[in-house]
């Protein structure tokens, strides 16, 4: 293992945004741009570790919200951190649990694009859903999905439990607000935010010096601001200056729900505020247009369950769009999903094969469908990094997204 936490840059494109690197971190290197492959509760759904490994992802982010409720920090901590617990050598990501300040509170799933037209309201909820997520300055009361029992997080608490489950990369505690909360609400939520990320700097630096017998972790600061272009760039300004008892952020991430069509535009407002020196993680992102838009407005690396959710409702991708394979014309498709796909699933099995599973509600479904999703980003990623590095990078982007979205026009 190495000892400390950096970040290299690389080629980079003609504007001067988005570009290559390596992360290297206490558990390995990170070439970017990359996707990282999201195991929420220490697992990617339905897929063993080392079959992650072995479809190409270089990073798994974990979710310190839920591996807080279920089995707790400590126990992850007792087992040697989240890699050692669940077997995953390379290096590892946790999320504050900022998305459940949205989430719960809201109870809207994670979306790029919201259907915002008209609205603008600060105590919005999605229907059907209850409020379990209340957010003052200091932090959040939750009261759990799972039995219902109350809990505070605030930034020091989310700093203890992600120390705990002792990840390379973790994020500062923010408040994730949705496109529907007034202006006067996103300014006051950036505020709380940065309020939080001074908090996080000051709890981060105390646990770093009272673990120092642990690989140093390093610490993300979340920029928000919504699809307002001044408060993006103030938020982004603002943390890249902050220091705290000596304590600088190690990198960035972007957060809050984003107008997809405006995905680009939002990050670059983000980007060009940021040191070119430190990596950029999107948080939540994974279809193939958002990819190109993300990099090529500067972002390093990204993660979204998406593939993986997906992939259990039968839904695959290919380089000709997305399908759904549990359809009466795969039945007899004696074919791999995509015939140059050099995945474990395409390699040994057929779409009527799959059919067959997803009918017969068999698990083993879900796990071939999972391998080939996370396979096809993570390639996807990997092929727009040599992209930049050729100078490819526009050639590859009209091709790839002229191809994949052809169905759509």
């Known amino acids: 293992m190495s000892a400390s936490f950096s970040f290299s840059p ?60 279920q089995p707790g920090s400590d126990i992850v901590d007792a087992a040697g951190g989240l890699g050692a617990f669940m077997n995953w050598p390379g290096p590892t990501f946790t999320d504050s649990g900022g998305f459940q300040v949205m989430s719960l509170g809201a109870g809207f799933k994670k979306v790029l694009a919201m259907d915002t037209v008209g609205l603008a309201d600060d105590d919005v909820i999605a229907e059907g859903k209850t409020r379990l997520a209340h957010v003052d300055d200091d932090g959040v009361t939750f009261t759990s999905h799972l039995n219902g029992d109350r809990h505070r997080f605030t930034p020091e608490v989310s700093m203890r439990i992600q120390h705990e489950l002792g990840a390379d990369i973790m994020f500062a505690f923010d408040e994730l607000t949705t496109l529907m909360n007034t202006r006067a609400y996103q300014e006051q939520s950036v505020e709380r935010t940065h309020a939080w990320a001074v908090r996080c700097l000051a709890a981060h630096a105390e646990l770093t010096a009272a673990r120092s017998h642990k690989p140093y972790q390093a610490l993300f600061a979340v920029v928000q601001g919504a699809q307002y272009e001044d408060l993006r760039r103030r938020a982004a300004r603002d943390l890249a200056e902050l220091e705290v008892a000596g304590q600088a952020f190690d990198g960035f991430g ?18 060009d505020e940021l040191p070119f020196d430190k990596p950029r993680h999107l948080l939540g992102i994974s279809e193939p247009d958002d990819f190109f838009a993300a990099i090529a407005a500067g972002a390093d690396t990204f993660d979204c369950v998406m593939p993986s959710r997906v992939a259990r409702n039968a839904a695959l991708y290919t380089r000709d769009g997305r399908f759904n394979v549990n359809t009466a014309r795969h039945r007899r498709a004696f074919e791999p999903i995509e015939d140059d796909c050099d995945c474990y699933t395409c390699a040994h099995y057929t779409r009527a094969y799959l059919h067959h599973l997803f009918k017969a509600k068999e698990m083993l ?15 996807l990623v990997d092929d727009i990094r040599a992209s930049i590095e050729t100078g490819d990078f526009e050639v590859f982007r009209e091709e790839f997204l002229g191809r994949f979205y052809a169905g759509r026009r």
Not at 18 to 39: C, E, K, L, N, S
Not at 254 to 271: D, M, P, S
Not at 365 to 379: G, K, M
């Open 10 to 69: 690389g080629a980079v494109l003609p504007d001067g945004k988005g570009r290559t690197g390596v992360i290297d971190t206490p558990h390995g290197q990170i070439r970017t741009p990359a996707f990282v492959a999201v195991g929420t509760k220490a697992t990617v759904k339905a897929v063993l570790p080392e079959s992650v490994a072995e479809l190409g992802a270089q990073a798994v982010l974990a979710n310190a919200y839920h591996l807080f409720l």
């Open 254 to 271: 972007i957060g809050g729900a984003l107008e997809k069509e405006n995905l680009g535009t939002i990050v670059g407002w983000v980007t």
């Open 365 to 379: 479904a879900s796990t071939l469908s999972t391998i080939h999703n996370e396979r096809f980003t993570v390639r």
